[in-house]
């Protein structure tokens, strides 16, 4: 089993930068592939970035692409996201997600965090 804790969201206006935190802990949190979904009101959760175990190669949605920087911490244990440039189309609930699969493939067993809120005022 693997949990996921989100934190950082809030409430920012347009152009500002957030940073979201996720903690991962269970057993060999370090092996997994780590990234981002958001859902917003009405919509379909969607990828946002994801990281690779070992290589660390990252990938991003083209929505967010030269905005958003995905890294973890050496001990591979707590993913950030930070995002700059926010827009007001960034506002969604925001999923932290570990799997061993690709983790964009969001049908593939994985591990999905409790979401943390973020709201961008224009």
């Known amino acids: 089993q693997v949990q996921l804790v989100e934190s950082g969201g809030g409430l920012v206006q347009a152009g500002d930068s957030l940073r979201l935190s996720c903690a991962a802990s269970g057993r060999a949190v370090s092996s997994y592939n780590m990234g981002w979904f958001r859902q917003a009101p009405g919509k379909e959760r969607e990828f946002v970035v994801g990281?690779?175990?070992?290589?660390?190669?990252?990938y991003y949605a083209d929505s967010v692409k030269g905005r958003f920087t995905i890294s973890r911490d050496n001990a591979k244990t707590t993913v950030y996201l930070q995002m700059n440039g926010l827009k007001s189309d960034d506002t969604a609930v925001y999923y932290c997600?570990?799997?061993?699969?690709?983790?964009?493939?969001?049908?593939?067993?994985?591990?999905w965090g409790q979401g943390t809120q973020v709201t961008v005022s224009s």
């Open positions: 997600r570990a799997s061993a699969y690709p983790v964009s493939q969001a049908s593939r067993p994985g591990y």
């Open positions: 990281i690779t175990r070992g290589s660390d190669t990252t």
